[in-house]
């Protein structure tokens, strides 16, 4: 028994030896940290590649080319029949904008509410006038006022000519004071019309033309 006894207690006292110098030694060696648990200041991810994380466009499909917007083109003036007219233009005139345009949209309303069709609604190029004024005693003139003339066009088509007398009545009626109504056929003119003059770019054109 006291073999035995003998072998375990120097077996204990060993192991107990090498505990003791693995605990020394781990004391002695210096904790190794890791760099992102260093300081948080430290930001390496930065440099590192992606490799198209978090890409999505992908995914959507794919839109086809934007056309390049033609330049306005007149459309078809429609001829007229025994029964309609064809491509009508209402226009309205007068030196009160306001006017002008309220009595342009009620046009409008009324078409929709009889059902006339109504092709277009543009507004014409603003007109000035100058009204020139001369001295008692001269003749010198100079400009008194600069009087502006506002005009709006309603483009109807296929006007049925049963329909034309009372819409025309209607117009009449309820047109206010200072402002012009006239209905006439469309034509290129018309058209040409809508659109403002550059003389100083029609010159440089004919220029280089010659």
């Known amino acids: 028994m006291n073999a035995v006894f003998r072998k375990l207690q120097t077996s204990v006292t060993q192991q107990a030896c090498v505990l003791n110098l693995t605990l020394t030694l781990c004391r002695a060696t210096p904790s190794i940290q890791h760099p992102v648990w260093a300081s948080v200041s430290e930001r390496q991810y930065k440099s590192m590649p992606t ?8 995914l959507l499909p794919k839109e086809a080319p934007r056309k390049k917007k ?3 083109q007149m459309k078809e003036i429609l001829a007229e029949t025994e029964t309609a007219y064809g491509t009508l233009n209402v226009k309205v005139s007068g030196y009160d904008m306001t006017l002008v345009e309220h009595y342009s949209q009620y046009i409008h309303n009324l078409c929709n509410r009889i059902g006339i069709k109504v092709a277009e609604s543009y507004a014409l190029p603003t007109k000035s006038t100058e009204v020139m004024l001369m001295q008692e005693q001269g003749t010198k003139m100079y400009a008194d006022a600069v009087l502006k003339t506002h005009e709006r066009v309603v483009q109807l088509s296929c006007l049925d000519t049963a329909v034309c007398p009372v819409f025309m009545d ?3 009626k309820n047109q206010p004071e200072g402002v012009e109504l006239s209905v006439k056929q469309h034509n290129e003119a018309d058209f ?5 003059g ?9 220029q280089m033309n010659h």
């Not at 490799?51 to 992908?58: D, E, K, S, T, Y």
């Open 170 to 172: 209607i117009l009449l």
């Open 70 to 72: 033609d330049k306005h």
């Open 192 to 196: 040409q019309a809508r659109f403002k």
């Open 51 to 58: 490799h198209g994380v978090g890409r999505w466009r992908h």
């Open 198 to 206: 550059r003389p100083e770019l029609e010159g440089l054109i004919a």
